[in-house]
């Protein structure tokens, strides 16, 4: 085969093609196809819509049955606590032994409930002796002690609670001052004490002696 019959044979192939092209342009209007693939696509379009808002709806629904059991549980550990209130509630404190034992349950029932904020990995800040903390403590008074160092907590007026590293309410405390050379506070909010207030200004939430 010369060159000439090759070059024949790719026109007639080449004319083929561009006729059954035609064909199929006339045959099927391009709008008619256009509107099939946008048909099309819409349909996926809203398959998808359908998919994520049943996903959405599965989340919520299994987000409601977690806090439910979490509920659940924390509930199921308070019930004998208040089983042990209610028996402690039926003893004649009128008689030493009664006492005796309603005191004997208060304890066990105090322990029993600790136990329970150990469960839940639920801290307890109690910072009797520590130094006064802004973080965790809220300062409720200042005053004169001898025996503690100034900016450290006296006394612990209510403990505090912390689950993990969230603060859940903090230790409300007495904090200790001193005032050798004249009037002194305790600034809570950056756990320092000044001595001369005529030079300075206090801020909100200090406590001048």
Same mark, same amino acid.
């Given at each position: 085969?010369?060159?000439?019959?090759?070059?024949?044979?790719?026109?007639?192939?080449?004319?083929?093609?561009?006729?059954?092209?035609?064909?199929?342009?006339?045959?099927?209007?391009? &709008? &008619?196809?256009?509107?099939?693939?946008?048909?099309?696509?819409?349909?996926?379009?809203?398959?998808?819509? %359908?998919?994520?808002?049943?996903?959405?709806?599965?989340?919520?629904?299994?987000?409601?049955? %977690?806090?439910?059991?979490?509920?659940?549980?924390?509930?199921?550990?308070?019930?004998?606590?208040?089983?042990?209130?209610?028996? #402690?509630?039926?003893?004649?404190?009128?008689?030493?032994? #009664?006492?005796? $034992?309603?005191?004997?349950?208060?304890? %066990? $029932?105090?322990?029993?409930?600790?136990?329970?904020?150990?469960?839940?990995?639920?801290?307890?800040?109690?910072?009797?002796?520590?130094?006064?903390?802004? &973080?965790?403590?809220?300062?409720?008074?200042?005053?004169?002690?001898?025996? $503690?160092?100034?900016?450290?907590?006296?006394?612990?007026?209510?403990?505090?609670? =912390?689950?993990?590293? =969230?603060?859940?309410?903090?230790? =409300?405390?007495?904090?200790?001052?001193? $005032?050798?050379? #004249?009037? %002194?506070?305790?600034?809570?909010?950056?756990?320092?004490?000044? =001595?001369?207030?005529?030079?300075?200004?206090?801020?909100? #939430?200090?406590?001048?002696?």
């Amino acid at each position: 085969m010369n060159e000439n019959e090759v070059n024949e044979i790719t026109e007639e192939n080449s004319e083929a093609i561009h006729t059954d092209d035609a064909e199929m342009d006339e045959s099927v209007p391009v &709008e &008619e196809n256009l509107q099939e693939k946008i048909d099309e696509q819409w349909d996926k379009i809203l398959r998808l819509q %359908a998919e994520i808002e049943n996903l959405r709806k599965r989340n919520v629904k299994d987000i409601e049955s %977690a806090a439910k059991a979490s509920i659940e549980r924390v509930f199921q550990e308070i019930i004998p606590v208040i089983d042990s209130f209610e028996i #402690g509630m039926t003893i004649d404190k009128e008689k030493d032994d #009664g006492i005796e $034992t309603f005191i004997a349950g208060q304890e %066990a $029932t105090y322990k029993q409930f600790i136990s329970i904020l150990d469960k839940f990995s639920i801290e307890v800040i109690d910072p009797k002796d520590m130094k006064f903390d802004s &973080e965790n403590h809220e300062a409720m008074s200042i005053v004169e002690d001898e025996n $503690t160092e100034p900016g450290y907590i006296v006394n612990v007026i209510q403990k505090g609670y =912390r689950l993990q590293n =969230r603060l859940l309410r903090p230790a =409300r405390v007495i904090v200790s001052s001193e $005032t050798e050379d #004249g009037e %002194a506070f305790f600034d809570p909010s950056n756990d320092k004490m000044y =001595r001369h207030p005529t030079f300075y200004t206090m801020p909100e #939430g200090s406590k001048h002696i």
